[in-house]
Each structure stands twice: as C-alpha cells, then as structure tokens.
C-alpha cells in the first residue's frame, strides 16, 4: 500500500519564476493538504483541498494556488517566486476523520 | 488561532537514556498527533492521539484533553531516534497546527 507520494524530490527556480509541486494521496484518502516548512520550524498550512475544492486556507498570499482532481491527487502552484519560498513543501492526505500521513516533501530553493 | 509548545526546544541524551517530551495547546483539540521528522524531512506519524494513553514498543503516548498537554516517552534511546519531534494539533476539521518541534540527539 503506496503512501503519500509526492514529486519532485527536490527543485530550483529562479525568482520571478513559476513552480508546480504534485501529490498523490494514500490509498482510501480522499482529503489533501499542503504545508511549507521552512528551515528550522515547524511546519505552516497552506491549504486543504476535498472534493476537488479549496476547503480552508491558511495565510499565504494569492501566488499561491492549488487544484485536486477526480482521483483525489493534487497540485500545488507557486507564481512569481520569491528567496523566501524556498522550504520544504509537505503533502498530506487523510480521510474524513482520523490522523493525517505525510511525504516525503519537495525541497524548493528559489535562486 | 491555537497555540502548541514543545518543550525541551533541544535534548541531548546518551544512548540507553529514557526522555520526556511535551506539548502544550492553548485550547481544546480534536485531533493531537506526535510526528518524527527523519533527516530527509519526512514526517513519520507516531501517534494520533486526541486523549489517552497508547504505546507502541519503547516510545508511548498520554494527552490529559482537559488539562492541554501531551507527553510523548522515549525509552531506552537508540542513535537512529535522533532528530526532530513534532507535536500537531487540529484546529477545526481542515487545519494542523504544529510546535516548533523539540531536537532531540542521541549519542552513542
């Protein structure tokens, strides 16, 4: 049984540019969210994503976006990036209730 | 929004040890999960622990809901426990909110 599993492992942008970050959810999950981790802390939600809608939205500014689709896997988008974007960016799905499972992340370094 | 505490912040322990963590939340939870982060960053659920105790070989878990706190206990410490362990605590149905997380390094 696959976990989370997202891609890529690791990328570099420019600034200015843009980037797109995909997760699959567990199998039997049907709920996904993206959290960016900065060096040194903890992880901060960026959004949730059910039923192919945005569910909830923590504070991060429009650049970024997110879609889900019917097979309950995800994208996250970046536009215009900044130094600071550069994280650690972490997928979790989970279902309805219950506790959540994490990839392993994407490591963003925006030069 | 809620707040949640780790602490110690850092932990150094010889290996064989036995070490408590905490974490604190400033208000009532539906969903409490302790995670360690492994070198390569991700995060690997220990518990999912919204009140009570569970155990799962050397490490366990209490969370006293009505007092907002949970403790996570490590027993016999080995190197490969080394790293970072987040507490997480739900706030409404969509959102985690995590602790700076505590550091935790074992020496051999």
């Known amino acids: 049984d696959a976990g989370v599993t997202q891609s890529p492992t690791h990328l570099i942008k420019t600034r200015g540019q843009q980037v797109t970050l995909r997760c699959s959810p567990k199998?039997?999950?049907?709920?996904v969210s993206w959290y960016q981790q900065a060096l040194g802390q903890g992880p901060q939600f960026i959004f949730q994503?059910?039923?192919?809608?945005?569910?909830q939205r923590g504070n991060f500014p429009d650049r970024f976006s997110g879609h889900q689709f019917p097979n309950y896997s995800s994208e996250l988008n970046v536009n215009a990036l900044l130094l600071g974007d550069s994280a650690l960016y972490l997928c979790?799905?989970?279902?309805?209730?219950?506790?959540?499972?994490f990839g392993s992340g994407t490591r963003l370094t925006v030069v | 929004g809620i707040q949640v505490e780790q602490s110690p912040p850092d932990l150094i322990l010889q290996e064989g040890a036995n070490s408590t963590l905490r974490c604190n939340f400033s208000?009532?939870?539906?969903?409490l999960q302790w995670f360690h982060q492994n070198p390569w960053g991700q995060l690997i659920n220990l518990f999912y622990?919204?009140?009570g105790t569970k155990q799962n070989g050397r490490l366990s878990a209490t969370t006293v809901a009505t007092e907002r706190y949970s403790l996570l206990y490590i027993s016999s410490s080995q190197t490969t426990d080394s790293g970072v362990y987040f507490c997480?605590?739900?706030?409404?149905?969509?959102?985690?909110?995590f602790g700076q997380g505590t550091r935790l390094t074992i020496n051999p």
């Open positions: 979790a799905s989970s279902y309805t209730t219950g506790g959540y499972t």
């Open positions: 199998s039997g999950h049907d709920t």
């Open positions: 994503y059910y039923e192919e809608e945005e569910r």
């Open positions: 208000d009532s939870v539906n969903n």
């Open positions: 622990i919204p009140s």
């Open positions: 997480a605590v739900g706030e409404g149905a969509q959102k985690l909110v």
